[in-house]
């Protein structure tokens, strides 16, 4: 599977942002959809976790009700809406699918390129 993030961009805190990640392939919804982040200096962090039918996500405690994922998979797409923006946000945010649920960003195969956010106090 290909995947393509798009929608980071520059925001001031406490605003909001919406990052898609479109898929190719017929099997979208086989596939877990993770969502992590990177800012620099730093190692790859969980953000969240969708399974294949959407029926279920997790989070990662630092975003947990100010962040949602949700995915389309009739448009083999799962997007990452993030409200309540903090400066530690900030961030390159990657789209990654996997066979199953897991936080650990090294058992993830494929991945999205990086959509910067930046959040500015």
């Known amino acids: 599977v290909q995947l393509q993030a798009s929608g980071g961009g520059l925001v001031q805190a406490g605003g909001s942002l919406r990052l898609s990640c479109a898929a190719s392939?017929?099997?979208?919804?086989?596939?877990?959809m993770g969502w992590f982040r990177q800012a620099p200096g730093n190692e790859r962090e969980f953000v969240g976790v969708?399974?294949?039918?959407?029926?279920?996500?997790y989070y990662a405690d630092s975003v947990k009700g100010r962040f949602t994922i949700a995915r389309d998979n009739a448009k083999n797409a799962v997007y990452l809406q993030m409200n309540s923006l903090k400066p530690e946000d900030t961030a390159a945010y990657y789209c990654a699918a996997h066979w199953s649920i897991t936080s650990d960003y090294r058992s993830y195969s494929y991945w999205g390129q990086g959509t910067l956010v930046t959040v500015s106090s």
């Open positions: 969708i399974s294949g039918s959407g029926g279920s996500t």
């Open positions: 392939g017929r099997t979208f919804s086989r596939y877990v």
